[in-house]
């Protein structure tokens, strides 16, 4: 029987994040979660309800804290947790969004740009995907995802006795190589840095993360 690996996904992302990652990971079983509620605790709870009693969890971006909520509320059931282009610090949200005019057409091309590496800042194709995604998502996902409180991972990222990776990306400039050290640290894990790619790791070098993960997965599960 293959290991189920739980992929959540990132900001405004759905399960086409995953489209050239997932068929990768042969040896494994991709379960695609979707990131929905108001909190993060709420989000976990959901996604806890469909997995299967015994899982490899990998969170991106903002899946990264709700893979952290997850470990908080059911760590024993966690076989092997990866991080990628994610962080531990707090956050808060804004005070207010602004409002949309007229029907949600996703996130504008110009911070989708700064999510990419400079190699990917002009493929419109790919631009266009990520838009199609945050349009399906809709605007109740968008202001649910904005709103939500982050507080710092770090104290139930201690407390996990799976094995831990981390995955940064050379170019990411939304989240620094010092946040990833940071959840390192926390979890005494490994690091491993994906060269050539922006935030969007998954989309961006999705062959290159996917053997990082196949790769250290068969190191680390017995």
């Given at each position: 029987?293959?290991?189920?690996?739980?992929?959540?996904?990132?900001?405004?992302?759905?399960?086409?994040?995953?489209?050239?990652?997932?068929?990768?990971?042969?040896?494994?079983?991709?379960?695609?979660?979707?990131?929905?509620?108001?909190?993060?605790?709420?989000?976990?709870?959901?996604?806890?309800?469909?997995?299967?009693?015994?899982?490899?969890?990998?969170?991106?971006?903002?899946?990264?804290?709700?893979?952290?909520?997850?470990?908080?509320?059911?760590?024993?059931?966690?076989?092997?947790?990866?991080?990628?282009?994610?962080?531990?610090?707090?956050?808060?949200?804004?005070?207010?969004?602004?409002?949309?005019?007229?029907?949600?057409?996703?996130?504008?091309a110009a911070s989708i740009r700064t999510s990419l590496g400079p190699q990917r800042q002009g493929d419109q194709a790919l631009i266009e995907r990520i838009q199609r995604m945050g349009e399906r998502l809709g605007e109740r996902v968008y202001r649910d995802q904005s709103g939500l409180v982050r507080e710092s991972g770090l104290p139930a990222l201690r407390q996990v006795r799976c094995p831990v990776l981390v995955v940064a990306a050379d170019h990411d400039a939304l989240r620094t190589l010092e946040e990833s050290q940071e959840m390192v640290a926390a979890t005494g894990g490994d690091f491993a840095l994906v060269e050539g790619s922006g935030h969007m790791i998954p989309m961006e070098q999705p062959q290159r993360l996917a053997a990082v993960v196949s790769g250290w997965l068969q190191k680390r599960l017995p």
């Open positions: 029987m293959r290991v189920p690996i739980v992929l959540l996904p990132g900001y405004m992302t759905d399960a086409d994040l995953w489209s050239e990652f997932a068929p990768a990971l042969r040896d494994y079983d991709p379960r695609h979660a979707a990131l929905e509620g108001s909190s993060l605790e709420e989000i976990a709870t959901a996604v806890l309800r469909d997995c299967p009693a015994r899982f490899v969890l990998l969170g991106f971006s903002l899946g990264g804290y709700v893979a952290q909520e997850i470990v908080r509320m059911a760590g024993d059931r966690v076989m092997a947790l990866v991080l990628v282009a994610t962080s531990a610090r707090a956050g808060t949200p804004p005070s207010q969004l602004s409002p949309v005019q007229g029907r949600f057409k996703g996130l504008s």
